[in-house]
Nanobody
Framework: QVQLVESGGGLVQPGGSLRLSCAAS????????MGWYRQAPGKQRELVAA???????NYADSVKGRFTISRDNAKNTVYLQMNSLKPEDTAVYYC????WGYGFWGQGTQVTVSS
């Protein structure tokens, strides 16, 4: 079993920054993909960014150039640095880990961008 715990959400003004963290614990294999998804009210959950244990990162077009995903494999932790935040970035952000055909989700952390 895998547990994912997110932190770092909150309220920020437009143009501001936040950094999300997600720590994974349990049966973590060395080959996996960790990522961030978000879900705004009334909308479907969408991929924000993903990073494999080896390989290239992947970003949604809407966040390219503003968000940066990174990971610390030794700590089984993934980060999402969010800069130049916009009101449309407001959503619940979920951490995701995929390994060997199984997917796991965190409980979500609220990000609100508002003046």
């Amino acid at each position: 079993q895998v547990q994912l715990v997110e932190s770092g959400g909150g309220l920020v003004q437009p143009g501001g920054s936040l950094r999300l963290s997600c720590a994974a614990s349990g049966s973590i294999f060395s080959i996996n993909v960790m990522g961030w998804y978000r879900q705004a009210p009334g909308k479907q959950r969408e991929l924000v960014a993903a990073i494999p244990s080896r390989g290239s990162t992947n970003y949604a077009d809407s966040v390219k150039g503003r968000f940066t995903i990174s990971r610390d494999n030794a700590k089984n932790t993934v980060y999402l640095q969010m800069n130049s935040l916009k009101p449309e970035d407001t959503a619940v952000y979920y951490c995701n880990l995929q390994q060997w055909g199984y997917g796991f989700w965190g409980q979500g952390t609220q990000v609100t961008v508002s003046s």
